[in-house]
């Protein structure tokens, strides 16, 4: 395999920051009933991760016209007129990048079978960078209510970040859309779902690898795993997977996770225990409507947890075609309020997820905090799931947090300090984890963009993501804006994830090259 050359990172972005995905949203059936599926005998497997159809070429829209490869100069030009200073991120484009969308058949949450769809990005070009077996980077992509999501449209933030990330440095990149998003014929998404999305995305994996000959992807025998956000959890789940379900079949050089909810438990724990985040009355819905058709009877009806008033429709709300702020005008959800103005606990700094118009009934709140008093999880960093909830939400976190096993390849997980949207108590706790079990800190790092600047290999990239930081809020503030209000609201999206993207390049970069 010819090396990964490593990029110069001389330019720091001082322009507004990507925003990396958009929150999308969609339409309820007020005819649906109440999801309550008994989970059917597990099936056959035999169609998990064979095609349906053949790989199709996806063209890329140019101001000058559509083009089926996108070449480093235009590339540059698509980057710097979606956001201006972009390229100062991602560095300058090397290969020619074309992109492809292939259908492939996986499970659902009952292990049923069901169809999804992955992009895959191909490098091409006279750099060596670009020529002979390129490794394989399977990447999943951030939380999205917008069932339209396709990682084969460079036209939106993500999927052109990706490619300018790493299919442009010479990775061939498989991205799958997951089940339920971008023409697949699942009702809803297997959300934060450990075991099917990890399953959705070896079988994406399975299916690009079958037609990487026929699209001239020279692949090597290199695999690193990544993802951010809700890709982060599918990301380390998957890496799992790979290693204690699959090892006769993919062997991962590394990983890297970048800002998930991987202690799923403890982020509900301090949900529910008067410390909601942003987006709660949005993403929560969508990880109980997951829970609920896997079979983990989180209750009997919607009516049990939701307000009436948002009760019905729920289960079919996301994804869909509406993003967030049209469904909240649509007033089929609270904006952002999560529990009542006088449910108890409340945290210091989380008024605004309490009031009159709340999403989250008091008593299915108080279920919840009972089974917490009862039953305390989350009491040591080597046994943090050591406990037995009886409450069915926190049996299904439980279930779903990943941290049960010990890596055996090389990790960095990536986030910031301050993010609002998954917590870096995340990070921490996982880094935690991994190495009370014996990871060693040359094969675990836990890189915070927010900390102190050190002499590292990622000491370029803290500067360059503080700095963007502050020309925000100095940018919001000129212009008569909250700043800190600005980077708060883009911190999740649009400031960590461009940054760790970068950071993970590097880790993958210095992995490949040992």
Sequence with gaps: MRPLR???HTSLLLSLPLLLS???????????????????????????????????RVPVALPSGSVNT??????????????????????TPTCSVTTYTLKYHTVDSTAQDTDASTAIMVPSGSDSSCQGGRPVLLYAHGTSVLKST?????????????????????????????????????????????????DDMVDALRAARQVFGAIGAQASNRLVVTGYSQGGFVALATQRAMQTKYASEFAVTAA????????????????????????????????????????????????DMYEAKYATGIETLFPG???????????????????????????????????????IKTSYRNTYLSDLQATACNTSDASPLSCSPSQ?????????DLRTYTPSVPILLCGGDQDPLVPYQNTEAAAAYFKAQGMSSSALTALNLDGSIGLDQYSETRVAFQAARQ???????????????????????GLVAPFCMRATRDFFHSALNR
């Design 70 to 91: 996108l070449d480093p100069t235009p590339f540059t030009q698509l980057l710097e007129a979606a956001q201006k200073g972009s390229s100062n991120i991602t560095g």
């Design 321 to 359: 075609t509406l993003g967030i702020g049209d469904t909240v005008a649509a007033g089929k959800l609270p904006n952002d309020v999560l529990f009542a103005q006088d449910s108890l606990p409340q945290a210091s700094g989380y008024a605004s997820s309490f009031g009159a118009d709340h999403l």
């Design 22 to 56: 958009a929150c999308g949203g969609g339409g309820g059936n007020p005819g649906m009933p109440p999801i309550i599926q008994p989970t059917p005998p597990t099936p056959p497997v035999s169609l998990r991760g064979t095609l349906i159809g053949s790989a199709t």
């Design 256 to 303: 890297a996770p970048m800002s998930g909810p991987y202690a799923l438990l403890q982020f509900g724990d301090n949900i529910f225990g008067g410390a909601p985040t942003m987006g709660s009355a949005a993403f929560l819905p969508m990880l109980v409507t997951a829970a609920q058709r896997a079979g983990a009877n989180i209750y009997s009806s919607p009516s």
């Design 150 to 198: 396709d990682m084969a449209n460079l036209a939106a933030t993500e999927p052109r970040l990706v490619a300018a990330m790493y299919a442009a440095q010479g990775y061939i990149v498989v991205a799958p859309n997951y089940a339920g998003y971008a023409g697949s014929s699942l009702a809803y998404h297997p959300y934060l779902d450990a075991t099917q999305q990890a």
């Design 6 to 8: 490593p990029l110069c």
């Design 471 to 493: 020309a925000l809020r100095l940018a919001t503030i000129a212009a008569g804006g909250d700043g800190d209000k600005a980077v708060r609201d883009s911190y999740h999206a």
């Design 392 to 400: 069915p939400l926190r049996k299904w976190l439980l279930k779903n």
